[in-house]
């Protein structure tokens, strides 16, 4: 429409909501992009590149092999758009205008609400969001509730001075007495929809009638009629079979109780079958009043004129064979009947569960009934309880059920409930002609959505077929169908289906849970081997499967197979450190000793480094040559001066293990502990010096200083001063007393009265903080590996294409403490547990559940049951 902006009044005082984007299949993600790109040439759509405060997700609709249907679940969206509250003219108002024509056209506008363009503040309101981004519409769009009653204002206006046409909606209707006079009304009209820039449907447009339904009514030069379509399933409906459905039948004749006369003696015959033991047999009496009723019903004396403003009523039901619906208004005191309506179900339909049935007879009825439900406001009727929770705005329905009832939202209803014996659509759901021209499905596209659904969901190494053929024998897929068939959940032993069961659907022997496909049991592991093909993580592989499979605990069940994976675990990241352990001060200086050399150095030379545990009191020595020998006798000059220590702690070199430094140190009552290979955090306290003692060495060599006199002088300063983790300077704790530097002081050198406690206390508290704060720092935890476990071991790579950890996995055979002991075909090796990974067994789904299945059964009733894989 040329020059216009349509403003959707929206209420400020309505919460924004932002929904968050709904998975789509991969397989449709192509055709999705193109739809979009099609919307946005044309100029219907426009992508937004700023925050929104309103997002609706989309759902996609397979529309056969190559195309799609772009849907928006606007629903919550339309909690905020007002009413116009433009009135829509009556049918009587209409007819009265038609009085005396005898010639009429129908125009039909192509994609009507298209026709007209949003103005900018009121796009934000439809934005959507999808996986390429978001997009909002420019045009006006079906799923609007407050739509019918612009569009009915806006087109009122443009035909405004056409006479001889009247519309509702988009219904318009052009009308003459003579064919010259309608030539010309016809002509006016078409000319004023060109210059506005509305396309019509030529298609759907009908000239020069004598004779056309509009509204549900026949319009002709003899006058107005109703239409058969009104009437006619009540006229057709066979007689009841059994004393229920004479029940039911004379449910909806008492409904118009007060239109009919003689209702007690036409309908006594029926009423005596109704009664305790009364045998049921249907005769010619019984035969008689049955179709004096149907003619009655049917008669213009039941049937009332509708009417656009008064308070409207759709009354739903089905049954196992068919479904139906009455519009009802409510015209005076009383509700009249306007229209009857009912079909037969198809074979297919025949199998969906109960709820699908309910849920399938409010949108054939709604959508029977359009004609006179479009743009106003009405009350859907039905005794399915769980109906009325299913089309609530935030439900999250099953595929089906959800494409239907985004068919609803761009109607404006209520739902209310009622016990089946106040439902006066119950005998038409019963009693239904066979009738095959009316057994055509309503829902065939549906059908076809759920379809596409199961194919887009199968996984490339898994057929439909399969799965289905699985499905059809597995316990857990046989119960899922028969509840969703009967209802009896409460029955169900898979109690873990329950919370979903309203997602949950059927087709043939395929379920699914909204848009994916539910895997029966015996092919959760070839999917899972399927979906990890290139050896995807954990995150990378739930969002490929989520999009198309589900099962109870599905991500457990990933995330244990890609834990489980052999060549995932091999180039996988190490096990998290553990928390530090800091060693327990001993009980006196010169007790627990740790010692290192560091070199060679520039000269050739090494350094033998000796920190008291205690005190940290440091010793070093310059050798030239690293034999044993050379450092027993180092350390020998060490113990003559402060005395032998009770434990001597050094790495695993050649050096410290050899069997003449262990009798040296074992003729002088030491005891030799080594760290861990591999692990010189476990001799940290000598360790962290190296680098202390090597920046002095290097500043030295870079000053052009005697590095050798220089490494004394930071001797002199680092027993003086005190320590960082103490407080105290290590020559005191050793000797007792402070030592002179040049340093002045005003303190006594000699005097020393620290407490050892105090010592003791400092020194646990700077170790408790520095703990908490380095295990926080590197996200350490305790490692869970213990004696029998498999483990792999870190590999030293010697190129880039060695994994992180052997391929072959060693069984630990000790643990003390961070060193673990482990052993392959007869070697062993002492590592730290940073240099181990604990090994998955490869995962398998079946043999998890039936060890799980095991474990929980009574040993004295199951005593004889045996698993596989060796569980008992």
Known sequence: MKDFQLQIPIDEKIEPVVQSVRRIPFSLREKLEKKLLELENNDIIERVNSPSR???????????DDDIRL???????????????HPIPTVDEVLYDLNGSTVYSKLDISNAYHQLELHPDSREVTTFITHVGMFRYKRLLQGVSCASEMFQKVLEQVLQNCPGTRNIMDDIIVHAPTKDEHQKCLENVLRVLHEKGFTLNSSKCQFEMSKVTFMGNVLSEHGVGPTESKVRDVLNARAPRNAAEVRSFLGLVNFNARYIQNLASISEPMRRLTRKNVRFKWGREEQNSFDTLKQKLASAEILGYFDINAKTQVVTDASPYGLSAVLTQRQG???????????????????????EKECAGVIFGVERFHTYLHGIDFELVTDCKAVQYIFAPKSKPSARIERWVLRLQGYRYTMR?????????????????????????YFIDDDNYILNIARAATPEAVTTREIEKASRYDPEMSS????????????IPFKEYLIVKNELSAIGFLVLRGTRIVVPKELRSKILEAAHSGHPGIVSMKQSLRTRVWWPQIDQDIEKYCKSCHGCQLEGPPAPPEPLKPTELPSGP??????DLLGPLPTGEHLVVVIDFYSRFMEIEIVKSTTSENIATVLMKMFARHGTCFLLRTDNASYFTSDYFKSFLKEHGIKLTHSTPLAPNQNGQVERQMSSIMKRIRIAIAEKRNWKHELQTYLLMYRSSPHATTGVSPAELLYGRKIRTKVPCLQEYGKFDLSDQSVRDRDCEKKEKSKQYT???????????SVGDLVLLRNKKKDKTDTRFSSKPYTVTQKHGNSVTIERDGVQYNRDVTHLKKYETPFSENTSHEKKKCMSKKPEKYKDYVCENEYS
């Open 54 to 64: 309103w997002v609706s997700p989309v759902v996609v609709v397979p529309k056969g």
């Open 480 to 491: 899922i169908r028969d509840c969703l068939m009967y209802g009896l959940w409460y029955k």
């Open 71 to 85: 849907v928006i679940d606007i629903r919550r969206s339309n909690t905020a758009a007002k009413r116009v509250r």
């Open 590 to 595: 010169w007790e627990y000793l740790a010692c």
């Open 775 to 785: 295990d926080q720092k590197r996200n350490a935890v305790e490692n869970s590996i």
């Open 333 to 355: 005191n009383d509700y009249r009947v306007i229209c009857y309506a009912s079909r037969s179900l198809t074979d297919v339909e025949r199998r969906y569960s109960v709820t």
């Open 417 to 441: 409930h009622v016990p089946s014996r106040e439902n006066i659509s119950d005998c038409l759901s019963r009693l239904l002609a066979d009738d095959k021209e009316k057994r055509m499905s």
